[in-house]
């Protein structure tokens, strides 16, 4: 199971999947470019969607591994779509939790708030990229996790706060220019003309109360797909994985017997 994050993420959402699935499974969690204990490239224009995908794809030949299930969140769903659309012998089977098949900008928290952000961050990633990674990592972080627990981007009554603390450190280590770059490309990237093509077998998992990446973009992935489940949490958000764990585990056991008879 090659495991693919979200962006300025470094592995804090498979704290529960890790655990349940590593006894029985060959799991392997590798970090993009800028991200946890990867380096940053030299030129941040080499940075794309298709670029991840053939990194994952060195993983795999790195390892030796002829084929793997391919569990992505956030970001990663579209990595992990890029890589089954052009590597489709080295993918047993897809978990795509909580993302989109593209164009992810557009319809977040369905506003154009975002839209207008990023062209402000592309700025300081092309003009001032030192003195802009230096004021990233400046940002009170603790004050971000106050305003987000009291926010609805989470389900206060499902997360514990403790499993949310290691993404806002991570975002502080992310290489900001990096993450900048590929939040550009992964608006830009758009898999849904393809998915038809992907015959994989594949599930997808959302949360109904997910303002990051709305469920609707994850019925309409499952749609598009051959062979897909859906299964949405009616109280999930972005944060599904920590939220409501054994829902999200028991339903991959039940999709990788049923589909790679790979059993519990």
């Not at 998915?195 to 992935?221: E, H, N, W």
């Amino acid at each position: 199971m090659l495991l693919f994050d979200g962006l300025f993420c470094n592995g804090h959402v498979w704290k529960y999947f890790i655990p349940h699935f590593c006894d029985r499974n060959q799991i392997v969690h590798w970090h993009y470019p800028g991200h946890g204990k990867s380096s940053s490239p030299s030129i941040t224009g080499e940075l794309s969607i298709a670029r991840l995908s053939r990194d994952a794809l060195a993983v795999m030949e790195l390892l030796n591994l002829h084929d793997a299930v391919l569990v992505g969140h956030s970001l990663g769903v579209q990595v992990v779509l890029e890589m089954a659309w052009r590597f489709p012998s080295k993918v047993r089977g897809m978990v795509l939790l909580c993302g989109a098949p593209g164009q992810v900008v557009k319809t977040f928290h369905d506003s154009r708030v975002m839209e207008a952000v990023l062209p402000l961050l592309g700025v300081g990633t092309r003009f001032i990229p030192r003195q802009f990674s230096s004021l990233w990592r400046l940002l009170p972080m603790n004050l971000v996790a106050n305003v987000v627990r009291r926010s609805d981007e989470i389900n206060r009554r499902l997360i514990d706060m403790e499993d949310l603390m290691p993404y806002f450190d991570g975002m502080t280590r992310t290489d900001i220019n990096v993450a900048t770059r590929l939040l550009e490309q992964a608006d830009h990237h758009d898999m849904m003309p393809v998915l038809s093509q992907i015959d994989i077998p594949a599930l997808v998992v959302a949360g109904k109360k997910d303002r990051f990446t709305p469920s609707y973009r994850s019925r309409q992935m499952a749609d598009a797909l051959p062979r897909a489940e859906l299964l949405i949490s009616e109280e999930g958000t972005h944060s599904l994985p920590l939220e409501q764990p054994d829902l999200v585990n028991l339903a991959i056991d039940d999709f990788l017997a049923k589909y790679l008879f790979i059993h519990k």
